[in-house]
């Protein structure tokens, strides 16, 4: 959600680059599921085409003053064309771009008489069916063409586009509720102010006009509380009544022709809680693409209603980004059992179901403080929760700038909706427009984190699609596990690990039993080569993560095995040795092995030990006892069942005992 208002631009020719018709596309599945998503909110992303700025009273290039935020800066679609290889470099596989419909352009008088400018996020909306004007340009056929060629060189550089749909809602123009809904006249009001949205929107029966949400009647949620979020306005914007087939129709038709059009892949749906879960699935169906809907709500029984076969294919997780902002900037107890946990909201995953994994994550968004100025300004914290995302279930977002290792553009947290010092601009400007401070910095140690983290998640099935499974919770340290249970790459896993406190922490956790990382087994972490761990014998691993930081580990990669060392030492009194005592198994690379070629006492005095050398394929899985023959070959005694040893390591020296 958003407090939306409305910000005045000028209509302007703009730059124009002929594009083809035909989008060249993604191979975009029914699912963000195992995407990275980057969001753009695009006027405070990057001006490339100033021809298309707002002019007079409705622009300024300053962001000195929290009144500055509320107005236009210049970034368009052409923008975010221009930094396409500065989004690449981090390796994202799909953008989320603001509103593209034409936005109203001042908001109505507030109670004091004033009147804010409100176009510049694109969430109020004065015409469905035309480009926005200020992302393209003023002329209306040269602005679809400029927002398709930006989905065009999307998908011509693998990433996908999501375009963030506004169903519920237009912009702010009835006055009064009931019978006495009315548009008013432009007598007094702002230059260029639009009284009312385009026709067939200007039809005062197709909105509820009951008056704005009472918001501090939403808990518990019960029927009559969704009634009401559901029927009337968000912040003052006029609410369509989808019981009118007339306007809900329209609506989904001009929504339905941007995807139509540009060959968009999926659409996240504004406002999500103020409409009915099977009215957006309904939308989801008639556009033929994905969504993930905003229901900014931090309990995740009320969140799931919009998940699942009859609603949405996935929502934007606000339990977790909130268990995330307590466990990891504000470094809460992990074992905490309210709602806002990280192990509360995990364990509510199954309602969720099958959707799981397309619950959209995040540390922050253009509605929240910035991560970093929630966690005091470390960024070893943010750090450390940005790799929490990426790691556990769902698709991870961040928000454009959190690479620039920037928070709140006045360092200070913002109670309540944030909506004005989180959305600096990617370039900072003086008031005549120079740019004085430019955030497209690919040297940050966070950008470079984030590509890392990218790379991590395209490599490791496990980490975009796998099963998560706690392994390990105390107060400040957590870890899970990510599994492939079926499917080409079954049995894929890594192990997470998270230390949220400022001191050094060790684990010694078991290894689940779903898991078939065996004993023995070598994991490494996927961040340092030098770095592993032996899995115990009764299948343990032990994890030391310094503070404020995490480690992850996968099964060490293992390739021919030469020259193992393998030494065994017999320990049976009862049993005379001899010629006539062999090892047998099933690994014919260890050959025949003679009691002859004994080399003397093992670790056990007066029992021989025998060695040999041998080259066993990797992932060898052996099997071997001890068995003695009479004269007439017959096996006389046997050390009872086989004895398993897994080649798990680039070399190995092991020692098998039998009692």
């Not at 690449?88 to 603001?98: E, F, H, L, P, R």
């Not at 944030?418 to 008031?431: F, G, L, P």
């Not at 955030?439 to 490599?459: A, C, H, M, P, S």
């Amino acid at each position: 959600m958003n407090n939306r208002k409305i910000i005045p631009m000028l209509f302007s020719l703009c730059a124009f680059s002929a594009i083809s018709m035909i989008p060249q596309h993604v191979d975009a599945a029914q699912s963000l599921e195992g995407d990275s998503i980057y969001q753009i909110m695009v006027d405070r992303f990057y001006d490339g085409d100033s021809s298309n700025n707002a002019k007079g009273e409705a622009f300024r290039n300053t962001e000195n003053t929290q009144d500055d935020f509320r107005y236009m800066h210049g970034g368009d679609w052409q923008g975010v064309i221009d930094k396409i290889d500065y989004i690449k470099g981090m390796g994202y596989t799909a953008i989320w771009i603001s509103p593209v419909s034409d936005p109203q352009l001042w908001g109505m008088p507030d109670s004091n008489g004033k009147q804010w400018p409100t176009a510049y996020h694109g969430y109020n909306v004065y015409d469905p069916n035309r480009a926005n004007r200020y992302f393209g340009c003023e002329d209306e056929q040269r602005s679809k063409e400029k927002l398709k060629e930006l989905v065009d060189v999307c998908h011509e550089n693998g990433i996908k586009v999501i375009l963030d749909v506004v169903p519920n809602h237009v912009g702010d123009y009835l006055q009064g509720t009931g019978k006495n809904a009315h548009y008013i006249d432009a007598n007094g009001l702002k230059s260029g102010t639009q009284t009312k949205p385009v026709s067939p929107f200007d039809n005062i029966d197709w909105y509820h006009n009951l008056g704005d949400i009472d918001f501090s009647n939403e808990h518990p949620h019960c029927d009559a509380t969704t009634s009401m979020i559901e029927n009337h306005d968000l912040g003052g914007l006029d609410d369509i009544d989808f019981d009118n087939l007339e306007a809900k129709q329209a609506m989904f038709d001009s929504i339905k022709t941007w995807f139509d059009y540009t060959g968009a892949d999926a659409a996240r749906v504004d406002a999500a809680k103020c409409m009915k879960p099977e009215d957006i699935h309904e939308l989801q169906e008639y556009i033929g693409v994905t969504t993930f809907g905003e229901n900014f709500d931090m309990c995740s029984d009320y969140v799931a209603k919009w998940v699942g076969d009859n609603a949405e294919d996935g929502m934007l997780d606000f339990p977790l980004f909130q268990a995330v902002v307590n466990d990891f900037a504000y470094g809460r107890n992990f074992d905490n059992i309210d709602e806002t946990s990280l192990k509360k909201v995990f364990d509510q995953d199954v309602l969720y179901g099958e959707n799981v994994n397309n619950m959209v994550t995040f540390i922050d968004n253009h509605d929240r403080n910035r991560f970093l100025t929630e966690a005091g300004g470390d960024v070893k914290k943010m750090q450390n929760a940005l790799t929490f995302i990426y790691s556990c279930r769902g698709v991870p977002t961040v928000f454009q700038g959190t690479e620039q290792n920037r928070g709140n553009a006045n360092g200070q947290a913002i109670n309540g909706i944030a909506d004005t010092w989180n959305r600096w601009s990617m370039q900072t400007k003086d008031y005549d427009g120079k740019v004085i401070a430019d955030y497209f910095n690919e040297n940050t140690d966070t950008y470079k984190l984030i590509g890392r983290l990218n790379e991590i998640r395209q490599q490791y099935q496990a980490l975009r699609e796998g099963t998560q499974r706690e392994m390990w919770s105390s107060p400040h340290y957590y870890a899970f596990s990510r599994r492939m249970d079926d499917g080409e790459n079954k049995g894929q896993e890594i192990i997470c690990a998270f230390n949220n406190s400022s001191e050094s922490l060790n684990a010694n956790m078991q290894i689940r039993a779903e898991s078939s990382i065996k004993a023995g087994a070598v994991l490494v972490n996927v961040n340092n080569p030098n770095d592993t761990v032996v899995v115990s014998s009764d299948k343990r691993v032990n994890i030391t993560v310094d503070g404020n930081s995490n480690k992850m580990y996968v099964l060490k990669e293992q390739g021919n095995i030469e020259s193992v060392n393998v030494s065994f030492t017999i320990k049976n009194a009862q049993t005379t040795w001899g010629q006539n005592v062999y090892i047998v198994g099933n690994c014919p690379e260890l050959g025949n092995w003679d009691p002859a070629k004994a080399v003397g006492p093992g670790s056990c005095s007066n029992y021989p030990t025998w060695q040999l050398n041998a080259t066993i394929p990797a992932g060898k899985t052996i099997e071997f006892k001890a068995i003695k023959k009479d004269a007439a070959g017959n096996v006389v005694w046997e050390n009872g069942s086989n004895h398993v040893f897994e080649i798990g390591a680039n070399d190995c020296n092991c020692t098998i005992t039998w009692n």
